[in-house]
């Protein structure tokens, strides 16, 4: 479905007021501005939703790209919003999880955050991207819960290292072993651009 981005009210899925700790993973890798972020503006309309239904904890969890403490991006990113957790996939406990294809397409396992496992439903709100010409969405979003000091040792150059892998492929084992309820785009703003998801050109999308 799409919604006029200013006008957008979040109505929870019948399933959230039955949740009791929702997990949301924004594009917050960064202190950098929307679209290459996700916009307080749509995390903030989301988080009002869900607390109309229910009074279930709410997590925001996201890496760094850079090796900053998460803290201080969203401080940056004035994810200022009250009575919710923001927590760093450094500082979580990681767990293994089993690719359930019987033929995985680039990894066998995941390592995780354990919370991830812990929450009853799972939000990616996600800005609107074309990187490469091909679209960054819902499920690009969840690459940020994977601990990269697991896959790359101290490496900054994660989306190199990613296509290595083989992006779509690595992206198809993810949606198999770490499905999400709901996928957001916050497309306020287009992004698009012929290198990485940290620079480019901007359009206004609405």
Known sequence: MIFDADSFTFQAPPAVAFARRILIKPAAFAPLPHPI??????????????????????????????????????????????????????????????????????????????????????????????????????????????????YFGETTDVWKLWHRLGLHNVIADLYFTLPFDLGIVDGHKKLISVTDPTSGEVEEYG
Not at 55 to 64: F, K, P, Q, R, Y
Not at 112 to 121: M, Q
Request: overall charge neutral; proline content about 7%.
């Open 37 to 150: 972020t996700t916009s307080r503006e749509i995390l903030a309309g989301v988080i009002t939703g869900i607390k109309r239904v229910t009074d279930a904890d709410i997590i925001l969890l996201e890496a760094s790209q850079s090796g900053t403490a998460m803290r201080k991006i969203y401080q940056a990113l004035g994810y200022n919003f009250p009575h919710i957790t923001l927590l760093d996939v450094r500082d979580c406990t990681l767990v293994e999880v089993e690719n359930p294809l019987p033929k995985p397409f680039a990894l066998p396992n995941f390592w995780v955050p354990n919370i991830v496992l812990s929450c009853d439903y799972l939000i990616t709100v996600a800005p609107f991207k074309i990187v490469r010409g091909s679209g960054s969405f819902s499920i690009d979003n969840l690459l940020g819960l994977l601990p990269q000091a697991k």
